[in-house]
């Protein structure tokens, strides 16, 4: 009977082992590391309005120069970045150029006014070929617009225009998102 028992015992226990490998070939198992890679971005989307845009102003009149003007340019910049961000502002060179004709860049008045979906500290700034702040701490994220407004007041218009000879006086305006 004991002899009948160990039989037994062993069959059984072959069938569990047995079945244990059997299940075993008829499945498998792997793993598979996945990473996200990230880099810190920041950059000025081709739709922006600044790149390759021009602001006119006109001086046809007494009134023109007589009062202030003001250009307001929606969605002027778009922006995405990965973290938080200053936008600066700078003109290319000291004056506006019109052949050997010259008018001071600080005519003009550079400011970053709401309604864009960009949101940060909106600053305004008188035009200068040094980097000033325009937009402080703006929040990262993707295609974030900027309107822009740009000004003469009237008495820099009265004062530093008028008596100037005909032309059409130019300078780059650069824009730099730099992030915190």
Excluded: C, R, W
Aim: glycine share 8%; aromatic share 4%; hydrophobic share 40%.
């Amino acid at each position: 009977m004991n002899k009948q028992i160990l039989i037994a015992a062993s069959f059984l226990g072959a069938v569990a082992l047995g079945t244990h490998q059997v299940s075993a070939q008829n499945s498998g198992q792997a793993s598979t590391s996945v990473n996200i890679v990230l880099a810190d971005v920041i950059a000025m989307d081709a739709g922006t309005a600044a790149s390759g845009g021009t602001v006119d102003f006109n001086y046809v009149n007494t009134t023109d120069y007589n009062s202030s003007k003001n250009v307001t340019v929606p969605n002027s910049l778009v922006i995405i970045s990965s973290k938080n961000f200053d936008v600066k502002v700078k003109s290319e060179g000291a004056n506006f150029v019109s052949g050997a004709n010259v008018i001071p860049v600080d005519i003009l008045q550079v400011k970053a006014v709401p309604g864009g979906s960009l949101t940060g500290t909106l600053n305004e700034v008188t035009l200068s070929p040094t980097d000033q702040v325009l937009v402080s701490n703006a929040s990262s994220g993707a295609k974030q617009s900027l309107n822009i407004a740009y000004s003469i007041p009237a008495e820099k218009a009265s004062k530093v225009l008028l008596g100037k000879p005909k032309g059409t006086y130019t300078q780059t305006v650069t824009y730099t998102a730099t992030a915190l």
